[in-house]
């Protein structure tokens, strides 16, 4: 598709499960990012992919969460252990790169329940 | 540290009223600024950027903003609002020079009455 994919786009899971969302970002985008909307929260930045260079990770809450990008293009991240305080919107968004100005290019979000 | 205020939480206006919504900002280098609207539902859209030159830019489905640097501002605006208006609206500063990150604020919710 011509936008950023999100998968899936709800996920209602018990206490103490593993999730993992997945991102499809615009073919040709070498930055990916990965944000988080609480309800009525901001969106909070988790963790950023630029090319092949190490991620910046610096927004991550916790360790029980990580993320990848396989092949510079689709990211997975994961949840372990789920908490309640992790629902909330997923958000990927992808962009041209480093020379970039900052336009982001948004998925719909993948929704997490944690019961 | 980088930051971006959001001063309203929630803003009711009357359809065909004008709308101002603020945005301030604190940043120590010339910042890039965005505005992006969440419709219920969807993703984020680019409303407007600021990059350089006019402090004054245009966006789309009518709306504007100002950069005004003296007072760390970036509000948005517009003549006369539309029910389909309603929504989330979000500023939002990049930052550059190795962070390469969008910081956003915490949103202003749109309604609009008939």
């Known amino acids: 598709g011509a936008g950023v994919s999100q998968s899936p786009s709800n996920k209602v899971t018990e206490k103490g499960k593993d999730v993992e969302l997945r991102c499809d970002p615009i073919?040709?985008?070498?930055?990916l990012y990965w944000y988080r909307q609480s309800l009525g929260q901001g969106l909070e930045f988790l963790i950023y992919?630029?090319?092949?260079?190490?991620?910046?990770k610096s927004g991550l809450p916790s360790d029980r969460f990580s993320a990848e990008r396989t092949g510079g293009s689709v990211s997975t991240l994961t949840i372990q252990r789920t908490q309640q305080e992790d629902s909330a919107v997923y958000l990927c968004?992808?962009?041209?790169?480093?020379?970039?100005?900052?336009?982001?290019?948004f998925g719909e979000g993948s929704r997490l329940t944690v019961l | 540290a980088q930051s971006v205020t959001q001063p309203d939480i929630h803003i009711t206006v009357s359809e065909g009223a004008s709308l101002e919504l603020r945005c301030n900002y604190s940043?120590?280098?010339?910042?890039?600024l965005f505005w992006y609207v969440q419709s219920p539902g969807q993703g984020l859209q680019l409303l407007l950027k600021?990059?350089?030159?006019?402090?004054l830019v245009q966006g789309i489905k009518g709306f504007e903003a100002e950069f005004k640097r003296s007072q760390s501002s970036f509000n948005l605006r517009k003549p006369s609002v539309h029910w389909s208006d309603a929504a989330e609206y979000f500023c939002?500063?990049?930052?550059?020079?190795?962070?390469?990150?969008?910081?956003f604020g915490a949103g202003t919710r749109l309604a609009v009455h008939p």
């Open positions: 968004a992808s962009s041209v790169g480093l020379t970039n100005t900052g336009e982001l290019f």
């Open positions: 992919f630029q090319g092949n260079s190490a991620p910046d």
């Open positions: 940043y120590g280098a010339t910042p890039y």
């Open positions: 073919s040709g985008h070498t930055a």
């Open positions: 939002a500063v990049f930052l550059s020079g190795g962070y390469n990150k969008l910081i």
């Open positions: 600021y990059f350089s030159g006019d402090t």
